[in-house]
């Protein structure tokens, strides 16, 4: 800390024994060493700051140059507390209370914002390093954080909190920092989302909530612009030939398909598909943008590959879907029964989550047979749990293999706006009927 401004003739010694202390010196114990190196430092070169005690010679503030004063048995240079300009005085007191541990949680986020308001308002906040030779040379968090004995980060952790606090004083109530960080953080998704909320009813008013385009994935992708998606959440297919081992019609493997669509699903397909999903979908989405991909168990490790390659950011182990209790079997004398799916999940680099600490696995039931509009077609429930993890409303979400439309559905309940893509002409028929219906159901 830069020398305190007081009038030198103010200044007188004491023996510091005649010095009252109200409390126990400061962390004394905890910081022994600190006091010892300040005590060897007063011995050599002398005290350069004086302690500051009131008229009944009680200690106002500067409870570790007192400790090393007993310590190194020297006299104590001392002043009245109104020898002190106020600024000074309050910068005293302010770190004082923080080596007393004397503040609540949200107290000392705010003292210690104050007293780096209160340098910075004295030496500029143009560059590192404290004053040298009464020459104005700026004051930065670090040197706050030297101040105080504390990391630079943890300084600006807490100012950032103390910002909060001030904004909503109800903070104050609270225990912990990490109480109060925690509904800080809460606290701002909600803000997001409601600025989300209003942004998608202002664009809503001049465009629709949805656009559903029937075509191959391939050729769309290309024409859509760079960094303009949000999320790219979709389900192609999976290069397993489906269609040879599908449950069909009264619950068997194989004969006729219930939905009556069928699609390419031969593993050549698939991975020619996927190779382009994955490069066109990097750079269709923005620096804060995230992908969703349900894949095959069997191309799972491959297709993290190919996202790699691309730029994406891969978590090297899948979401799991689980789906049901009894599980699908062809075999069931030989094999367990199939009753999970994977998710690939990847994020641009600096990517973060809107809801943080999810678990890795979802649990909903999948769409009943009778139900589907389309073979491989995803619940709703489990889409708009994908989109909520990752992306707020009024963003954009890409689905390049829409089939009849789930995903489209499922950010319009989110209040995303969403591209639906989709090659097959039943598919993309049902699609649109089925956002009619939305959109039917939603006027009411």
Same mark, same amino acid.
Request: with cysteine; aromatic share 8%.
């Given at each position: 800390? !830069?020398?305190?401004?007081?009038? *030198? @003739? %103010?200044?007188?010694?004491?023996? +510091?024994?005649?010095? $009252? ?92 914002? !104050?007293?780096?308001?209160?340098? *910075? @308002? %004295?030496?500029?906040?143009?560059? +590192?390093?404290?004053? $040298? ?174 996202m790699k390659s691309a730029g994406w950011t891969v978590r090297e182990r899948p979401i799991i879907w689980i789906k049901r209790e009894s599980g699908q079997n062809n075999q069931p004398s030989m094999w367990p029964s199939s009753a999970y799916e994977f998710i690939l999940f990847a994020r641009k680099q600096n990517a973060k989550l809107v809801q943080e600490g999810r678990v890795d696995w979802i649990q909903v039931d999948p769409v009943a047979i009778s139900a589907k509009l389309h073979q491989a077609e995803k619940p709703i429930p489990l889409l708009k749990e994908l989109i909520a993890r990752t992306t707020l409303p009024g963003q954009y979400i890409y689905d390049p293999f829409a089939g009849s439309g789930s995903t489209i559905e499922a950010a319009a309940e989110m209040k ?29």
């Amino acid at each position: 800390m !830069e020398q305190v401004i007081v009038d *030198q @003739s %103010k200044i007188f010694s004491m023996n +510091p024994l005649e010095i $009252k202390v109200k409390d126990e010196l400061p962390r004394i114990r905890k910081e022994i060493g600190q006091i010892e190196e300040l005590a060897n430092s007063l011995k050599k070169f002398g005290q350069l700051q004086p302690i500051v005690i009131n008229k009944n010679n009680e200690l106002v503030a500067g409870g570790r140059r007192l400790a090393a004063c007993l310590l190194a048995e020297i006299d104590a240079k001392v002043c009245y507390f109104d020898a002190v300009d106020p600024d000074t005085m309050r910068e005293l007191e302010i770190e004082e209370n923080i080596q007393r541990k004397a503040f609540t949680a949200a107290e000392e986020c705010l003292a210690l914002e !104050e007293i780096h308001r209160i340098k *910075q @308002s %004295k030496y500029g906040d143009t560059g +590192p390093g404290a004053p $040298k030779d009464g020459k104005k040379v700026g004051w930065s968090l670090e040197d706050t954080a030297k101040l105080v004995g504390r990391t630079k980060s943890s300084v600006a952790a807490d100012i950032l909190l103390a910002q909060a606090i001030k904004n909503f004083p109800e903070l104050k109530k609270l225990d912990t920092k990490s109480e109060i960080r925690s509904v800080v953080k809460s606290m701002d998704r909600v803000a997001q989302q409601m600025e989300g909320l209003a942004k998608y009813e202002e664009t809503v008013k001049q465009a629709t909530e949805f656009v559903l385009v029937n075509r191959a994935m391939e050729k769309h992708i290309i024409g859509i612009p760079d960094a303009s998606i949000d999320l790219v959440l979709t389900d192609p297919p999976y290069g397993i030939d489906i269609f040879d081992m599908a449950i069909g019609v009264g619950g068997k493997t194989g004969g006729e398909n219930s939905t009556g669509v069928e699609y390419e699903d031969s593993e050549e397909y698939a991975k020619n598909l996927l190779s382009i999903l994955a490069t066109e979908s990097f750079r269709i989405t923005k620096d804060s943008g995230h992908a969703y991909i349900f894949c095959a168990p069997s191309n799972f490790w491959w297709l993290v590959e190919e996202m790699k390659s691309a730029g994406w950011t891969v978590r090297e182990r899948p979401i799991i879907w689980i789906k049901r209790e009894s599980g699908q079997n062809n075999q069931p004398s030989m094999w367990p029964s199939s009753a999970y799916e994977f998710i690939l999940f990847a994020r641009k680099q600096n990517a973060k989550l809107v809801q943080e600490g999810r678990v890795d696995w979802i649990q909903v039931d999948p769409v009943a047979i009778s139900a589907k509009l389309h073979q491989a077609e995803k619940p709703i429930p489990l889409l708009k749990e994908l989109i909520a993890r990752t992306t707020l409303p009024g963003q954009y979400i890409y689905d390049p293999f829409a089939g009849s439309g789930s995903t489209i559905e499922a950010a319009a309940e989110m209040k995303v706006f969403s591209i639906g893509c989709e090659i097959d002409v039943k598919s993309y028929a049902a699609m649109i009927t089925r956002m009619q219906v939305w959109k039917e159901k939603v006027s009411k």
